[in-house]
């Protein structure tokens, strides 16, 4: 259970870290963009982020199979239950 903490603990710090470089490399600042837009791309690429790096560090952790199941569970709440199969 502890790792499962730990995989959810690293995964939401390393989506924002990395986030944060992208959206910038991107062209993507509050200066040159509406607040709310800004927020909500910062947001979705943020949630891309995550997804990827859920299953990895799950993967980094031993505990693939059960990111594995949880991120498939996550992206059909999303609509993407298509892609899946």
């Known amino acids: 259970m502890i790792r499962v903490f730990m995989v959810f603990a ?3 710090t390393s989506s924002l870290v990395i986030g944060r470089p992208v ?7 509050k200066e040159n963009l509406n607040p ?11 949630l891309i982020f995550y997804q990827i790096l859920l299953v ?3 993967w980094f952790f031993g505990q693939f199979k059960f990111f594995w199941e949880f ?5 059909r709440r999303f609509g993407l239950k298509r892609f899946l199969d």
């Open 10 to 12: 690293f995964t939401g």
């Open 23 to 29: 959206i910038k490399l991107i062209g993507i600042t």
């Open 36 to 46: 709310i837009l800004y927020w909500f791309l910062f947001l979705i690429i943020g």
């Open 56 to 58: 990895t560090f799950g």
């Open 71 to 75: 991120e498939k569970k996550m992206l």
